[in-house]
């Protein structure tokens, strides 16, 4: 099994900047990948970001040139780095890891952001 407890979530004006972190502890194997998934009233759940374990990225058309995904060297820890924050950012978000030897998925617990005036 594989726990992930998200931090960094709140409330940020229009313009401003969050960052997510999420961290992973368990049975993590070392091809991974992790990423941000969010869900807003009414809407869909969505892939924000993922990171591969070999470093490649991928974002959101929605997101590209804003958000910023990373990881800590150990590769058990993913950063979400929000900046300049819409209204239509506001959302659940949601920190994924996938191993990739097997089909399943683990999810981090949700962390909301509001971006609002």
């Known amino acids: 099994q594989v726990h992930l407890v998200e931090y960094g979530g709140g409330l940020v004006q229009p313009g401003g900047s969050l960052t997510l972190s999420c961290t992973a502890s368990?049975?993590?194997?070392?091809?991974?990948?992790m990423g941000w998934f969010r869900q807003a009233p009414g809407r869909q759940r969505e892939l924000v970001a993922s990171?591969?374990?070999?470093?490649?990225?991928s974002y959101a058309d929605s997101v590209k040139g804003r958000f910023t995904i990373s990881r800590e060297y150990d590769g058990n820890t993913v950063y979400l780095q929000m900046n300049n924050l819409r209204p239509d950012d506001t959302a659940v978000y949601f920190c994924?890891?996938?191993?990739?030897?097997?089909?399943?998925?683990?999810w981090g617990q949700g962390t909301q952001v509001t971006v609002s005036s």
């Open positions: 990171s591969f374990s070999g470093g490649v990225t």
């Open positions: 368990g049975s993590i194997v070392s091809r991974n990948v």
């Open positions: 994924n890891y996938k191993p990739m030897i097997l089909p399943k998925d683990y």
